[in-house]
Nanobody, 116 residues
């Protein structure tokens, strides 16, 4: 059974940091590209960060460049999103996605709220 389970979300003050984790099971994690998406209330889901199957290639949406870092551990079958210098506009539900040419898997999401 395929599972992607996000964790690490919560309430943080502006300027603070959080580290999200997404634990994968039920498929060959190292074969899949991994991404983090987010969806704020009333907005469409947007791609935040991407990492290749080996971890050698990463990319970020402009609004998080220099603040967020995506990484993966293909032994622990986990992808991470380190989020620093958080802003109120980063408030959203964050989802991880596993992607391969034959399909995608999504996690259930974890809420991140940036507020004083």
């Amino acid at each position: 059974q395929v599972q992607l389970v996000e964790s690490g979300g919560g309430l943080v003050q502006p300027g603070g940091s959080l580290r999200l984790s997404c634990a994968a099971s039920g498929f060959t994690f190292s074969d899949y590209r991994m991404s983090w998406y987010r969806q704020a209330p009333g907005k469409e889901r947007e791609l935040v960060a991407f990492i290749s199957s080996s971890g050698g290639i990463t990319s970020y949406t402009d609004s998080v460049k220099g603040r967020f870092t995506i990484s993966r551990d293909n032994v622990k079958n986990t992808v991470y999103l380190q989020m620093n210098s958080l802003k109120s506009e980063d408030t959203a539900v964050y989802y991880c996605k596993a992607n391969r040419v034959d399909g995608d898997y999504w996690g259930q999401g974890t809420q991140v709220t940036v507020s004083s």
